[in-house]
């Protein structure tokens, strides 16, 4: 039995339901299979009091300490952080916390490795317990955690010091890679760990019949995604002025919306804002779309891109992180440069030559949760012990 201690302060909780959907789905996988045993630590910074009485800390404050969450038995111990003065210092201080919590949780539940979701905080504290508890550890980038927190100053020498600490390291493409290879961090022990997705949830639908569902008629663009500068929503809204018979839809929520709200204003009802959306709401909306628009500064691989082609929808992407990786066909879609005539002229090459939804399925057969799972078990077995590892390990590229 492989016990997997999984440390992730991006897991989904009652006060956000969408945060770090991806990791939860990846950890219940890994926790389904027949030899692991597995228990979830996400942390929640709160600063000291009277900060965490602010309205943006306070649902976090009120969250259990520890809880069922779909059979996964998580805990939420406390750790202190200082918004913006204090960030660098937020990995010192969660190991500090964690470190006595966690030697009594080893008393009951003996983890075998550390399984580190996100690179920041979370990958250089986790190179502290490692030290601290004498437990191998392993670290997953997805995208920001390298391409933003890695480059901070400050923080990028303890991200890149973790990486080389680690028994071993998870990307989530092969470009992300090697950017975390530019940084430093040794090569030989990156594998490649793709996303998976749920072919079952996320599949073609009537697309008129969905459309007529949301009150659209004609054309149809989605775009998914916290409402940040790094998704680059303010291109597609410009591209919707080269778009004069489509409508735009737009899921999610951030501190852009009002900005955003007033450039898609003179648009009227083609642009409307859905906000924040249950993940369970994202198949519909995403089979209804004739293309999915996400014009991102930077990603790993967005779960949100093989989502959409799961659905039969194409999409219309930067050249980032891994796309090239997922859209190896020209039915999924276009990689374009991040401008808003492009954007628009990648989608209306998609509208008057639309491919079949099972064509572009096709290129998000590949992705699925239960690979994904064995991969991940036999990489973090490799770490914990040479006899426990199976056959078809991790990617390496």
């Not at 659209?216 to 929503?233: F, S």
């Not at 919707?240 to 009802?269: K, N, S, V, W, Y």
């Not at 924040?276 to 691989?301: F, K, N, T």
């Not at 040479?386 to 991790?394: A, C, H, K, M, N």
Request: aromatic letters at 6%; hydrophobic letters at 45%.
């Amino acid at each position: 039995m492989l016990r997997v201690l999984t440390l992730s302060t991006l897991f989904p909780n009652a006060a956000q339901p969408t945060l770090g959907i991806f990791v939860e789905r990846q950890t219940r996988g890994l926790a389904a299979l027949p030899d692991v045993d597995v228990e979830v630590v996400s942390p929640v910074g709160l600063p000291p009091w009277p900060l965490s009485r602010h309205p943006h800390y306070a649902a976090r404050a009120k969250l259990p300490r520890e809880e069922p969450w779909k059979g996964l038995r998580v805990h939420r111990p406390r750790f202190p952080v200082l918004p913006r003065v204090g960030e660098a210092r937020a990995a010192k201080g969660m190991a500090r916390r964690l470190l006595p919590f966690l030697k009594r949780l080893r008393a009951r539940f003996p983890f075998d490795v550390i399984d580190a979701e996100f690179f920041w905080p979370d990958g250089p504290a986790a190179m502290q317990l490692s030290q601290a508890l004498g437990v191998p550890f392993s670290i997953k980038a997805r995208g920001a955690d390298i391409q933003y927190w890695g480059r901070r100053p400050g923080i990028g020498g303890q991200i890149v010091a973790a990486g080389r600490a680690a028994g071993g390291l998870l990307a989530v493409s092969a470009a992300l890679k090697e950017v975390m290879i530019g940084l430093g961090m040794p090569g030989d022990r990156i594998a490649v760990h793709y996303t998976g997705v749920d072919l079952d949830r996320f599949a073609p639908a009537d697309r008129a019949a969905a459309k007529a569902r949301l009150g659209v008629a004609g054309p149809l663009i989605v775009t998914a995604g916290a409402l940040i500068p790094r998704k680059g929503q303010a291109l597609t809204i410009a591209a919707m002025a080269h778009l004069p018979e489509a409508t735009l839809l737009i899921a999610g929520d951030g501190p852009d919306r009002a900005a955003l709200e007033r450039q898609a204003a003179p648009f009227g009802a083609r642009i409307r804002f859905l906000g924040s959306q249950p993940h369970e709401a994202l198949p519909p909306l995403l089979a209804a779309a004739d293309a999915m628009v996400l014009p991102s500064i930077s990603e790993g691989l967005a779960n949100v891109w093989v989502e959409a082609l799961a659905c039969g929808t194409p999409i219309v992407i930067s050249d980032i992180g891994g796309a090239s990786e997922v859209l190896d066909r020209p039915e999924a879609g276009r990689i374009v440069p991040r401008d808003p005539e492009a954007i628009a002229g990648a989608v209306r090459e998609l509208l008057s030559n639309p491919p079949a939804q099972s064509a572009v399925r096709a290129a998000a057969e590949r992705f699925s949760w239960g690979k994904n799972a064995r991969e991940l078990r036999n990489h973090l077995a490799s770490l914990a012990s040479p006899s426990l590892q199976g056959r078809g390990s991790v990617e390496r590229h």
